[in-house]
């Protein structure tokens, strides 16, 4: 139990178009989802939090016109990133939990901006 | 300082036992945990810790808390090739439930 997937798992897009990536739980249903960003070598640095049905809060730095983040239903959560450009390339890794206590991570996306 | 701090590498022989050290931030840290992530992939719990225990047994995995130091370690027993991922502590921090925060993460090569 417990499965949470992202699609797509690649994208490359070309610079100045908009990506959407997809977090969703298979198994349960989220209240609150989470999307953090991983550079190479680097932590996961946590991005947004997103609770359905209400505004993402995003962690400071972090440009909410440039990153969209929906939270429509339970089970479903959206990044957009956009006006893409190679500085966002990433690897992009949601996560979802019912409890405080408990997180459990998408496999990622990894974004590739030309 | 603010980060989570972990060593970068650690290398050790099939069969060793393995210990992955962190330092954390938050003395008031609810929750601490540590996840594995191999190659392209997302990441796995492990196992997490709360604050008011000093140690956890799981299996081949220990978790050893120090409050005071704020020191967190995960150790390995009967390490295998397949442990050999980059092994992330992460903590909670502030009061919105649920906000994660991760160490820069240890790789953990396990030679045969």
């Known amino acids: 139990g417990a499965v949470v997937s992202q699609h797509p798992s690649r994208v490359i897009c070309k610079s100045g178009t908009s990506v959407k990536i997809e977090c969703r739980s298979l198994?349960?249903?989220?209240?609150?989802m989470f999307w953090y960003r991983q550079f190479p070598k680097k932590s996961l640095m946590l991005m947004a939090t997103s609770n359905e049905g209400s505004k993402a809060t995003y962690e400071q730095g972090v440009e909410k016109d440039k990153f969209l983040i929906n939270h429509a239903s339970l089970t479903l959560s959206t990044l957009t990133v956009t006006s893409a450009h190679p500085e966002d390339s990433s690897f992009y890794i949601c996560?979802?939990?019912?409890?405080?206590?408990?997180?459990?991570f998408g496999p990622g996306t990894r974004l590739t901006v030309l | 300082g603010e980060d989570v701090e972990q060593s970068l590498f650690l290398s050790v022989r099939e069969g060793d036992s393995s210990v992955i050290n962190c330092t954390y931030t938050d003395s008031s840290s609810t929750y601490l945990y540590w996840y594995k992530q191999e190659p392209g992939a997302g990441l796995q719990l492990l196992t997490y810790?709360?604050?008011?225990?000093d140690m956890k047994q799981d299996q081949r995995l220990t978790v050893l808390l120090n409050k005071k130091d704020k020191h967190l370690s995960l150790r390995i027993a009967d390490t295998q090739t397949g442990d050999s991922a980059i092994y992330f502590c992460a903590e909670i921090r502030g009061s919105t439930l649920g906000r994660l925060y991760f160490g820069r993460g240890t790789q953990l090569t396990v030679w045969p």
């Open positions: 198994d349960f249903q989220a209240t609150t």
């Open positions: 810790i709360f604050s008011n225990m």
């Open positions: 996560s979802a939990g019912t409890r405080s206590d408990t997180q459990y």
